[in-house]
């Protein structure tokens, strides 16, 4: 905790500047116990000034000493307000630090002329507390107090407050990369070793050291590396604080963390670092865009690299290199650049919709590259129309060829989808023809993708909805290769470098399942890869039960009943090809994570299972019928943590 109670921003207040003008005076740093002078209603603030985050909050960051105002006390239910006792307006500015909800005149400070707000400001939304600064030379001499607010229960439904000061200068704040980086690091580093010990954690998917992650971002192979970036809180294993962390690997599989590579410059407001992608200009360096969150509306930002390593990070100077507002129409939740290639010329697509989120507009919009060094960017059209008008909003929009055809993989809110067609490029416009899931599962979400040197697609996809509170959270899944199969359809398999985490197997060959008469694995594990062929037969159901207890009670099951794939709860229509006599299915399990592949990679299922640990056995079981397993193959896989 230590870490938070350090101001994020050198926030200078000095006794006089180099202009010469009169010292800062201190209205209130809440340094203090209890609130001493000032007045109290309500139940929100609590007994005193809070040291940091109170129980059940996120981390709060960015106030000065140890102390502020913190009105999360008793959660978001509680409101009240603060009233300072009355003072003279002496100098031309009030500027303090300001977090917590957005609610205009809810969750707020006012300053009170003659009982009025006179000036008012609100909180950003964010736990991490930013300069503000009222100009209020014209109310020199008045009569003044401060009122700090809370008055919304609910989602952001409190406000934090710090250092409020006169001034005759504007705060002076300095984006100070490295002690934000050192800071979030030893953050990550104290949840590291709580995530350790968690035994539901996977032990050979792409993970963070610790706390929060989301998805994965800016995959690229450069001087000799392959790396991934990621959403990330290092200040909690919720979402939040939005910093890209990155890791290098070798082979897709074996990872070393490296520091994180973009936190957001509150001095330049920027609150979060959302989604984005890598790419190489036009000199063969390497370059990130991302969404910068905190501006009056989001804007997209890039960053360069300060050495060969890739492990130092700076903001481009040209950020934002593009805007939401740089398009004829009006985007709304404008988001997650994606950067693709196309005779010759150098495209970026964005999510969002056209409708404010109501529904039946969610688009992909088109810009092209107007400088090599892609600090410019012109709108060229609206790439894509989601034909589902349930559909509200498309995130994380991937946009690529594949074998002949161009495909574009969304997050819609809700599980993944692909569509397959052809591309346009003079009149910037996706034709789609063939469409299916990227994932089905809902723990699977915004996917992202990346050509490596010998021409492969290589795909991660987030996977979520892990328990909180256990210092980690979120992971990617295995590296998926996608090609078109015969049918135009998509097909994903893992990455074979995967298969360099096997290690003992256990074979089998066309082993009769009868009812009542389940097969129980020797070995069984918590962390598998199994390749099943499931002949149905005569039965009406065959399955497969993963994590299955030592009793039998509790199990992730997977089930076939020649029409539907059940994949621990999530259904699958899936037929098998008249050519498929057997159903072919090839599973990893990573103790509370299961990724199923089945016939060849035509479907993806990705699962986060329950269950404790010592519900560790594998078994088959037939039902209505005799089925025949014509293959089952078992490997104990790894870990690589
Ligand atoms: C998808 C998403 C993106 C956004 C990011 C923020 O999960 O909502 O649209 O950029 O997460 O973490």
Not at 306 to 316: I, M, P, V, Y
């Amino acid at each position: 905790m230590a870490a938070f109670l350090i101001q994020l921003l050198v926030f200078v207040s000095a006794a006089s500047d180099d202009k010469g003008n009169p010292p800062d005076l201190l209205i209130a740093d809440f340094e203090a116990p209890n609130y001493g002078a000032w007045e109290v209603t309500g139940t929100a603030f609590g007994p005193g000034p809070a040291r940091g985050a109170l129980a059940g909050q996120m981390a709060v960051g960015g106030f000065l000493g140890s102390a502020l105002v913190n009105s999360f006390f008793g959660g978001d239910g509680g409101t009240g307000t603060l009233l300072s006792p009355p003072f003279t307006i002496e100098r031309g500015r009030i500027t303090f630090l300001i977090g917590g909800g957005k609610h205009a005149g809810e969750t707020c400070i006012h300053l009170l002329v003659d009982g009025q707000p006179a000036r008012t400001a609100t909180g950003p939304n964010s736990e991490f507390l930013r300069p503000h600064s009222w100009n209020v030379a014209d109310l020199r001499g008045k009569s003044a107090r401060i009122q700090i607010v809370d008055r919304h229960q609910g989602g952001w439904g409190h406000i934090n407050i710090d250092h409020i000061v006169q001034s005759d200068q504007a705060p002076r704040v300095e984006d100070d990369r490295a002690a934000a980086l050192a800071r979030a690091a030893a953050s990550v580093k104290t949840a590291a070793v709580r995530a350790e010990q968690d035994r539901a954690r996977p032990v050979y998917h792409f993970r963070a050291p610790g706390n929060w992650m989301n998805d994965p971002n800016g995959p690229i192979q450069h001087g000799g590396w392959y790396h991934v970036f990621y959403q990330h809180n290092p200040y909690g294993d919720a979402w939040g604080h939005m910093h890209w962390g990155h890791a290098r690997s070798r082979d897709l599989v074996r990872w070393e963390h490296l520091p994180i590579a973009l936190w957001p410059s509150l001095a330049r407001s920027e609150e979060h670092c959302f989604s984005g992608c890598a790419t190489l200009d036009g000199g063969g360096n390497p370059i990130l865009f991302y969404t910068s969150i905190g501006h009056a509306e989001p804007e997209c930002w890039a960053a360069v690299p300060e050495d060969a390593d890739l492990l130092r990070w700076k903001k481009h100077p040209a950020s934002p290199v593009l805007t939401a507002g740089s398009a004829p129409v009006k985007l709304h939740e404008w988001r997650d650049p994606f950067i693709f290639r196309a005779e010759g010329r150098t495209f970026m697509v964005h999510g969002g919709n056209l409708n404010a989120s109501k529904g039946g507009q969610a688009v992909v919009s088109l810009y092209e590259a107007k400088s090599a060094d892609l600090a410019r960017w012109e709108f060229k059209s609206i790439l894509f129309t989601h034909p589902d008008p349930q559909v509200k909003n498309i995130e994380c929009p991937n946009f690529f060829p594949l074998g002949g055809k161009w495909v574009l993989i969304t997050s819609p809110h809700r599980a993944c989808d692909y569509f397959v067609g052809t591309f346009d490029a003079a009149a910037g416009k996706f034709h789609a023809e063939k469409n299916g899931f990227a994932d089905r599962s809902t723990n699977y979400y915004a996917p992202n993708c990346f050509e490596d040197s010998t021409g492969r697609r290589i795909l991660w996809g987030w996977i979520k909805d892990f328990p909180g509170g256990r210092g980690w959270n979120g992971c990617f899944t295995l590296p998926r290769i996608l090609s078109i199969g015969p049918d135009g359809l998509l097909r994903q398999v893992p990455a074979p470098e995967v298969e360099t985490l096997r290690g003992e197997s256990t074979s089998m060959a066309d082993l009769e399942l009868a009812e009542g008469k389940p097969y129980l694995h020797p070995t069984g594990g918590e962390t598998l890869e199994i390749l099943a062929e499931l002949d149905r037969g005569t039965a009406s159901r065959v399955a497969l039960r993963l994590r299955r207890s030592a009793d039998g009670a509790r199990a992730a099951e997977i089930a076939f009943d020649g029409e539907t794939l059940d994949v621990a709860g999530v259904k699958v229509p899936l037929e098998p090809a008249e050519s498929e006599k057997a159903l072919k299915l090839r599973l990893f399990l990573d103790r509370s994570v299961l990724e199923v592949y089945a016939a060849d990679g035509r479907e993806c299922i990705t699962r986060v299972l329950g269950g404790s640990p010592e519900d560790q056995g594998v078994e088959l079981r037939a039902s209505g019928g005799k089925a025949v397993l014509r293959r089952l193959d078992v490997w104990t896989l790894k870990p690589v943590w």
